[in-house]
């Protein structure tokens, strides 16, 4: 998060500071749509991904943790004592992986280019399924680390060969798809109105 | 028109769809998100509330629980998706205040 700010200081130029807007925006907004899955839960994008692709890593992180306290602070949505561990899988993994994966994909080509785009669905999908392994993991070593002496687990019920797989599976089937399809959509759009907006 | 100015009629556009995030899973009968159970939820999931969880739940009171307005758990789909419609919309507008003062604090000027 220091290292964040401290990053931003130096590259956040007041001209980003409506992409910066907008990308919070954009996550907060995403977030709200839940999608349901077999099995009787939800699920839902983040948009991660397109939102490094706009302003840089750094800058990602602090606008997804902004989107990510205001939905827990004010509609106890995900929950305030989670949100070290949803910025850490939302805000820091997602964005860092897809956008270096984004990053690799697209060396050489120019901003316009079909292969950026690609880029940044693949980048997406990757993103988005690599913070929902982690987020698993989280929720499955819980009941490991933390249970009462009649062994219930205090807060996850679930350990680790539920939580990865309930996990994983949702982001690699779904939620990492329509993540894919939104950066892929928005980023051909900003090609045709601005190839400079995109990094 | 300027490109930012299209991407905030963007937002515009998914404030006024987002009702959809609420009716999807109201029409399937899908509830949380895997792992951010409420209480009632976690009780019918694992049999019993985890004894954490059950102390943490009333640290923070939201003062728009789910994105409704309190006591509004029982109000009909419509309204519900009215109030969904009005919490993005002020989630929006101090995400942007947030930012902006964010941005004041961090960014150079050129």
Known sequence: MVRGIQDSQKTLKSRQVPYLAFSASFVFIIM??????????????????????????????????????????????????????????????????????YRIISIGSPKGSMRRAIGGAIGSYFGMSIAALFTGIEFGLQPILYHAADGRSLYCPYALNVAVPMMLSGHIFLFGWIEAVATFLVIKYLQKEDPSVIL | MKTITKLWMLIIILIILAPLGLILPEYFKAGSAWGEWGIDEIRQLAGYVPMGLEK?????????????????????????????????????????????IIGKLLAKKE
């Open chain 1, 32 to 101: 709200m749509f839940n999608i349901p899955i077999p099995g009787g839960s939800t699920g839902h994008a983040v948009g991660g991904t397109l939102v490094a692709i706009l302003v840089g890593p750094w800058a990602a992180m602090i606008a997804i943790t902004v989107a990510l306290v205001i939905q827990a602070l004010l509609f106890g949505d995900g929950g305030v004592t989670a949100i070290g561990a949803n910025c850490f899988n939302m805000a820091f993994v997602l964005p860092f992986a897809g956008y270096y994966i």
């Open chain 2, 56 to 100: 943490l739940a009333s640290l923070w009171n939201a003062p728009m629980p789910d994105y409704a307005f309190k006591n509004w758990e029982k109000k009909p789909l419509p309204a519900m998706g009215i109030a969904y419609i009005i919490s993005a919309a002020a989630g929006v507008l101090i995400v942007v205040v947030v930012i902006l």
